[in-house]
C-alpha cells in the first residue's frame, strides 16, 4: 500500500465555512501540511448574499461574524501554529460572493497546490439552487482537490 506522505504540497489551503464539519476539516488538512512540511492557508468566505438581499445591514456585523469565525478555531490554529512541521499558518477571511470570492480573491492569489474542503456546507435549498462548493472547486481548482466526508 502506498503511503501518502510528502507529497510535495508547499501550499495548502483548507476553505472552511463555519459549520460543525469545519473541525474535521481543518484537522485532515493540519495532517496533509505536516505531512508536507507544507505552509497553511486557511480561508472562510463571508456570503455575501443573504445581505444583500436584504439591502442593509448593520456596519459592524462583518467584523462580529469574522471574530466569531476566528474565534471558533483560535485554539487549532494556535496549536498548528507551534507545530515544527507545519511551515506557517495563515487566516485569511474576505466577504463577498462564496464561488467568485473563493476564486479570485483567495485560490488566485494563493495558489495552492491542494484544497481541501468539507463535502457539505450548504442547506438543502440553496445546495438545489447553486450546487456545491466542492463540485465547483472540482471544476474551478487547478490543483488537486481533497473533499472530506
Not at 469545519?22 to 501540511?33: H, K, P
Not at 460572493?97 to 463535502?119: M, Q
Request: aromatic share 6%; hydrophobic share 45%; charged share 25%.
Amino acid at each position: 500500500m502506498a503511503r501518502y506522505e510528502n507529497l510535495g504540497y508547499k501550499k495548502v489551503f483548507v476553505a472552511l465555512d463555519g459549520t460543525e464539519e469545519q473541525d474535521a476539516v481543518l484537522d485532515r488538512a493540519i495532517a496533509v501540511a505536516k505531512n508536507n512540511h507544507a505552509k497553511l492557508y486557511i480561508g472562510h468566505v463571508m456570503d455575501s448574499t443573504a445581505l444583500e438581499t436584504a439591502g442593509t445591514y448593520p456596519v459592524d456585523l462583518i467584523p462580529k461574524l469574522e471574530a466569531l469565525f476566528r474565534k471558533s478555531i483560535e485554539k487549532t490554529v494556535e496549536a498548528a501554529q507551534q507545530d515544527p512541521d507545519v511551515n506557517g499558518v495563515e487566516v485569511v477571511v474576505k466577504y463577498g460572493r462564496i464561488r467568485e470570492t473563493l476564486k479570485e480573491e483567495l485560490l488566485d492569489h494563493i495558489e495552492p497546490d491542494i484544497v481541501i474542503c468539507g463535502a457539505r456546507g450548504l442547506s438543502p435549498i440553496k445546495y438545489a439552487l447553486l450546487g456545491s462548493i466542492s463540485t465547483f472547486l472540482l471544476r474551478a481548482a487547478p490543483c488537486d482537490i481533497l473533499v472530506v466526508k
